[in-house]
């Protein structure tokens, strides 16, 4: 599956979007992946998933387990673990930073794959890489279904991605003003208030 394969299957989902919208980065963007669209369809998810343990295995070889940063990083996390036949676990924020909870454990030196949704900056996925190094695990790579950042997002491990987009994102107070002048639209994945 390339690029344009996974750009069709969140097209024909209704999920890549153009307007004018807040990320959860904060950064504002002309495109948003409404991804929640693409995973609550179990076939659709399945065949990205299937297609990014594929890459993985074939990338970095067989790993020990994956681990995604919870909320959006947990569908495709736990899909991917299924065709990679590890187990899946997640990391949650507990007072601000990553950590494995409910049970979850890792065995020192395990390897780790750390599963996103979408990368943007990479800041979700290193503050996960560094839980999951503190937890004892060897993140042997990170793996993304979307890397929008083009390939510049730097996550301290080899990057595999599904597809690479570079979709432009701008600070709040530097937008080009073909964006400015677009009303922000709400995607419905968290409150504009927040960062908008």
């Known amino acids: 599956m390339n690029t344009q394969d996974v750009l069709n299957e969140f097209r024909e989902a209704g999920a890549l979007r153009e307007g004018h919208f807040v990320l959860s980065s904060g950064l504002h963007s002309p495109v948003f992946l409404q991804k929640n669209?693409?995973?609550?369809d179990g076939e659709r998810c399945e065949r990205l998933?299937?297609?990014?343990?594929e890459k993985i295995v074939a990338t970095?070889?067989?790993?020990?387990a994956a681990i995604s940063p919870a909320v959006g990083g947990i569908i495709p996390g736990y899909e991917t673990a299924k065709h990679l036949k590890v187990r899946s676990m997640y990391v949650e924020r507990v007072d601000g930073e990553f950590k494995l909870r409910r049970g979850f454990s890792v065995e020192p030196g395990e390897k780790i794959v750390m599963v996103e949704d979408i990368v943007t900056t990479g800041l979700s996925s290193r503050e996960c890489i560094a839980a999951i190094k503190a937890a004892g695990g060897d993140v042997v790579a990170a793996a993304c279904i979307v890397d929008r950042s083009g390939g510049k997002a730097d996550v301290g491990v080899p990057l595999i991605a599904l597809a690479t987009m570079d979709v432009p994102a701008y600070p709040a107070d530097n937008l080009p003003?073909?964006?400015a002048a677009l009303p922000i639209e709400d995607p419905g994945s968290r409150r504009l208030s927040n960062k908008g």
């Open 49 to 53: 998933c299937k297609a990014l343990a």
């Open 37 to 40: 669209l693409v995973f609550m």
């Open 60 to 64: 970095v070889g067989p790993v020990d």
């Open 177 to 179: 003003p073909e964006l």
